[in-house]
């Protein structure tokens, strides 16, 4: 048999084997059998020594032809193979885009951290700052600094739990009051100031009482700043959290860094003011301190009072988020049961 048809057998060999073939891995062992070094073409083309000079560029040609017929078939034969496997395996991982997806439960702030922020947004609105103080703090600004030196009779109102004698855990966020009074600058305008945070008593728990709890204080030190301004800022208060529902009263109180002093109410949420445990039979429920700032504090704080003057409030988100949701338990925000606390997720 001449190489010529030595070749031609090869190549009909080599196309019926790709031909039959549906495996990857055989297709590739074809390709090295059939065109690699040892393989039998090499092997004829060997044998093109021995032709003369003008056979030996046709069974060349002939030989390139055979090859690339080869090579042509085995890669076609690759990629039908590959995009065949690549379609089994779309079959097999098809996805059903129109089932619903995986609900992953989200996050969502404590419902007294969402009151503190709108009592904070709403304040910012207002053109206050806010300025975050410390939950360890000093008995010279808890206490003293707010005209509450060491035996006062009202530190008995707010007693707490000492570090040691002169360091407690604050007992209101009035301290703040004290500290900014010190740092601000009054020639750059009046004090405008929210402080939100947790404070800490030595209170029997009950449904309206926490020995851990929020308040969020607030302070204007500036000219000319009277009680109307005070009543009027307490009733943005009102409206922002309760709108028109509720009713809010003031009566007179007594704080020894404010003179005169009030305490705020607001109608019972439970008894809508005929009067009920919640409320201790009052028809009420008490949810701020406030009133004009005592000359002493301004003073202590270098303030001139005789220029100076304002007043302060440190209202009781706690007692916001009870009324606003009719929550008869303080104690149910604060035993962190997902069910209870899920209520009030923001996004409904
Ligand atoms: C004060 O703490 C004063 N620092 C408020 C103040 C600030 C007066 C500035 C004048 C000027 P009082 O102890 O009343 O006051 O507490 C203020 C509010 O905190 C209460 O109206 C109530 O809403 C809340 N509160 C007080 N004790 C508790 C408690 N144990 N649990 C939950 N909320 C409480």
Redesign the pocket.
């Known amino acids: 048999m001449g190489l010529k048809d030595k070749l031609d057998q090869l190549r009909q060999q080599g196309l019926t084997e790709v031909k039959a073939s549906s495996d990857l891995n055989k297709i590739n062992d074809i390709r090295v059998k059939m065109l690699g070094k040892k393989g039998p073409i090499t092997e004829v083309l060997r044998g093109m020594r021995e032709l003369s000079a003008e056979e030996r560029p046709k069974i060349g040609q002939f030989a390139n032809e055979v090859r690339d017929d080869l090579t042509n078939a085995i890669e076609a034969k690759r990629s039908e193979l590959e995009q065949a496997k690549i379609n089994a395996q779309l079959e097999h991982e098809k996805l059903d885009v129109t089932l619903p997806g995986n609900t992953v439960p989200q996050g969502q702030p404590h419902v007294i951290q969402q009151i503190i922020d709108q009592l904070v947004d709403l304040f910012i609105g207002m053109g206050y700052e806010v300025a975050i103080g410390d939950e360890v703090e000093e008995d010279h600004y808890n206490f003293e600094m707010l005209n509450l030196p060491k035996d006062h009779p009202a530190r008995d109102?707010?007693d707490t739990f000492y570090v040691t004698p002169e360091i407690l855990m604050r007992t209101?966020t009035?301290p703040m009051?004290a500290r900014m009074l010190e740092q601000h600058d009054f020639t750059k305008g009046p004090l405008k100031m929210v402080s939100p945070g947790k404070v800490y008593?030595r209170?029997t728990d009950d449904a309206?009482?926490?020995?851990q709890?929020h308040?969020v204080?607030g302070m204007v030190i500036g000219k000319h700043i009277t009680m109307a301004d005070l009543k009027g800022t307490l009733e943005v208060v009102a409206q922002e959290l309760f709108g028109d529902e509720l009713d809010v009263r003031l009566r007179p109180s007594y704080?020894p860094?404010?003179e005169p002093?009030v305490?705020a109410d607001i109608t019972c949420f439970n008894c809508h003011g005929r009067g009920c445990a919640i409320c201790k039979q009052t028809g009420w429920i008490?949810?701020?301190?406030?009133?004009m700032t005592h000359p002493n504090v301004l003073k202590m704080a270098s303030v001139d009072p005789e220029v100076y003057g304002g007043f302060?409030?440190?209202?009781?988100p706690?007692?916001f988020a009870m009324l606003k949701y009719g929550v008869e338990d303080?104690r149910d925000f604060y035993q962190n049961d997902v069910r209870f606390l899920t209520q009030f997720n923001q996004k409904g």
């Open positions: 109102m707010q209101q009035s009051q008593r209170d309206t009482h926490s020995h709890f308040q204080e704080f860094f404010t002093s305490e008490e949810v701020l301190g406030a009133g302060a409030f440190g209202l009781g706690d007692r303080i």
